[in-house]
């Protein structure tokens, strides 16, 4: 058989040699499934909760912190003697209170 003769023939009998070809990945050739877009949504979904997580976190630490140095000092000042139990308890009681809130006398 010459090259003439196979060439021949292989556009005669179609262009399906090798693996590709016959049954590809999605077996008619039509492209992936219509779903495939959900999986790398769902990922940056679950990247993008991670990171505000940790980014709500991190500031809601980072908030509290002067306040958990002001009811340390406040704390070495009454076991120092400075300020007695009653105004202990009105200070604490005003440095946890939060910010934007009012109490009604």
Do not use: C
């Not at 492209?31 to 500031?59: E, H, N």
């Amino acid at each position: 058989m010459s090259i003439n003769e196979t060439v021949t023939t292989l556009a005669v009998t179609g262009d399906s040699w090798g693996p590709w070809r016959e049954s590809g990945p999605w077996h008619d050739g039509g492209g992936p499934p219509a779903f495939w877009p959900i999986f790398p949504i769902l990922w940056f979904l679950v990247i993008a909760a991670i990171i505000t997580a940790v980014v709500v976190f991190g500031r809601k630490r980072v908030a509290e912190g002067p306040r958990r140095a002001g009811e340390a000092r406040l704390a070495e000042r009454y076991a120092a003697g400075e300020i007695d139990e009653d105004e202990y308890r009105v200070r604490r009681d005003v440095l946890r209170e939060k910010p934007g809130s009012t109490k009604d006398a």
